[in-house]
């Protein structure tokens, strides 16, 4: 059974800082990883998405690692700002039990202005 | 990327009734999700639905309790049934589109119960 772990649970950064967020699931055998932003009482926005081939992916400040092998994906994010501000969710989507998409529990960012 | 709409943004109701919420997507699609999102949690898979056949239910989770709707490949309906406070959560409408299969949501209905 797909478990995905996000650590840590909570951050809070000075604007400007480079940060990293981490993301770790028990099953190799994955489809593909997204990666999510969620403002508070607020839908979900795709970031990045990790097809099971690929390495890594970059959009703008945002660039996501995936490590199969050791069950790991990273999110970088570089010069925070304060419009970062938001929860991440890591999100893995498996071929076993039907496509099923198992998300983290999130890592809810803050970055001090 | 799909855009989608979800009817009621949030809503207020009485213990012992019911809600529909319905989902609409700007284009085709296969399968259409609900996600449940209780306070502080992250998101748990309720069902999928399928246009043309019964929906596909997760543990923990029935048909008589959220009752599915999926008449085209355009719009689903979720229908919390026979409410309690435990229902309060975001209820939330995904599909999964493109060769690479990426997963879109719509904004979420917050549900309070009363």
């Known amino acids: 059974k797909q478990e995905v772990t996000q650590i840590p649970a909570a951050l809070s950064v000075p604007e400007g800082e480079n940060l990293v967020l981490n993301c770790s699931f028990t099953?190799?055998?994955?489809?593909?990883l997204q990666w999510f932003r969620q403002d508070p009482g607020k839908g979900l926005t795709s970031l990045l998405l990790?097809?099971?081939?690929?390495r890594e992916q970059t959009s703008g400040r945002l660039n996501a690692s995936l490590d199969k092998s050791s069950g790991r994906s990273t999110l970088y994010i570089a010069a925070s700002q304060p419009g970062d501000s938001a929860t991440y969710l890591c999100a893995v989507r498996s071929p076993t039990g039907g496509f099923k998409t198992i998300f983290g529990a999130g890592t809810r960012l803050f970055v001090k202005a | 990327s799909a855009v989608i709409s979800q009817k009621p943004s949030r809503d207020i109701c009485q213990r012992g009734t019911s809600l529909t919420i319905q989902c609409q997507v700007d284009s085709q699609v296969t399968m259409m999700f609900w996600y449940r999102q209780q306070p502080g949690q992250s998101l748990t898979l309720i069902a999928t639905a399928n246009q043309g056949s019964e929906a596909t239910y997760e543990s923990g989770f029935v048909i008589d309790k959220f009752p599915i709707s999926r008449p085209n490949l355009t719009f689903s309906t979720l229908t919390v049934s026979n409410m309690s406070p435990e229902d309060s959560s975001i209820y939330l409408c995904?599909?999964?589109?493109?060769?690479?299969?990426?997963?879109?949501f719509g904004p979420g209905t917050r549900l309070t119960v009363l």
């Open positions: 990790i097809q099971s081939s690929q």
């Open positions: 995904s599909v999964a589109q493109g060769s690479t299969d990426t997963q879109y």
């Open positions: 099953d190799s055998a994955i489809y593909n």
